[in-house]
């Protein structure tokens, strides 16, 4: 056994030994006291790692201290932006042209311009409306009397023969005039005029010299005053009506055929030659004030005869709108569509129309 070799490994691992605790005990005092000043709890178990030696024997990651989570700020809600609504036009709110419009089967809805008017004065009211004049006297009417005009419609079907762009329409119009004021005589509604309606009304897509094509309205139109003898007044059409519009100006066209009755039947045999054989509509709006002009021409030479009616809306309060009817022609009614005057008339809307 070697003594003198085994004694040398000892005393050197003596020597190491002392010279750990030697390096421990001298770190003891300043180098502790360091490493418990650190805040961070990684950074600080590194650093006692280090004086006490261990990092010369294995190597610690060193861990980033996260900073403390802030309070979160309030997020503002989310806010859901709804898509702007498709602003529609007159003809698509009056025949539901848009699928936006479509509002259904059997509802009541304006046809023809509702309204009332409390005054209005005529420069000629037809007094002998008789077909023989010389076999009845004058009916004494005054120039200032009332109108009153009330019109609806009711889509009966809404895609007619499985086509989603027809519908088929039913309308109906009376417009009364009233000697209100003519008590000499009774005051008496001296005509009304009853106007039902059927109209076919098809969806059109089309350009046209800066207008776009609407609408193909097929209609039979029955007119007549429901009076009999020498006061009577009707007839029967059918007729196609064109809708175009731009911007805020709409176009309604329409050529119309008198179907032909009997001459023994016939009330008016020659209203064609004063009605003519159609009519031209334009309305045009700006904000709540609307604007019509309606002409009827027979494109006759000579024997020309015709008319014009102009119509105003305006807003008055709230939803009430003022309404002023001017009319210069042949056939402002039935009764008078031989006779010519001027008329002007003041009153309120009830309800938008075409």
């Avoid at 088929?168 to 005039?177: D, H, I, R």
């Avoid at 805020?248 to 009997?262: G, H, K, M, T, V």
């Avoid at 024997?303 to 056939?331: D, E, H, I, T």
Wanted: aromatic share 12%; proline share 6%.
């Amino acid at each position: 056994m070697n003594f003198p070799r085994l004694s040398s490994g000892l005393l050197l691992l003596a020597l190491l030994g002392g010279g750990l605790a030697g390096h421990a005990r001298a770190a003891s005092t300043a180098d502790w006291e360091g490493c418990s000043a650190i805040p961070a709890d990684a950074e600080r178990l590194a650093c006692y790692d280090r004086v006490s030696g261990r990092s010369h024997l294995e190597t610690v990651p060193r861990v980033e201290a996260k900073p403390a989570p802030q309070p979160a700020a309030a997020l503002p809600l989310a806010q859901t932006v709804l898509p702007e609504p498709k602003l529609l036009s007159a003809l698509s709110r009056h025949w539901e042209l848009d699928d936006e419009a479509k509002q259904g089967a059997f509802l009541f809805q304006p046809h023809r311009p509702n309204y009332f008017l409390p005054v209005k004065y005529s420069n000629a009211p037809n007094d002998s409306p008789f077909r023989n004049t010389f076999a009845q006297p004058g009916l004494g009417l005054e120039n200032v009397e009332t109108e009153l005009q009330l019109s609806f419609k009711i889509k009966a079907m809404q895609g007619v023969f499985g086509h989603d762009n027809a519908d088929l329409w039913f309308g109906y119009t009376a417009t009364s005039f009233w000697q209100a004021y003519n008590h000499s005589i009774s005051s008496p509604f001296r005509e009304t005029n009853y106007e039902p309606e059927a109209m076919l009304v098809y969806r059109t897509n089309y350009e046209l010299t800066g207008f776009r094509g609407r609408f193909i309205n097929f209609g039979l139109s029955h007119q007549s005053n429901g009076r009999g003898e020498d006061l009577s007044r009707s007839w029967n059409r059918i007729y196609v009506q064109f809708g175009l519009e731009r911007g805020n100006l709409a176009l309604l066209i329409r050529p119309w055929y008198r179907i032909p009755e009997s001459r023994r039947a016939d009330d008016n045999p020659d209203i064609g030659n004063y009605m003519g054989h159609g009519d031209l509509l334009a309305v045009y709006s700006k904000g709540r004030n609307a604007y019509s002009l309606l002409l009827r021409n027979n494109f006759k030479s000579p024997n020309n005869r015709g008319a014009l009616k102009l119509n105003w809306s305006f807003p008055l309060v709230g939803r009430l709108k003022g309404y002023v009817q001017y009319f210069n022609g042949y056939g402002e009614s039935l009764i008078d569509y031989n006779h010519r005057q001027q008329s002007l008339g003041l009153g309120v809307s009830l309800a938008e129309g075409m």
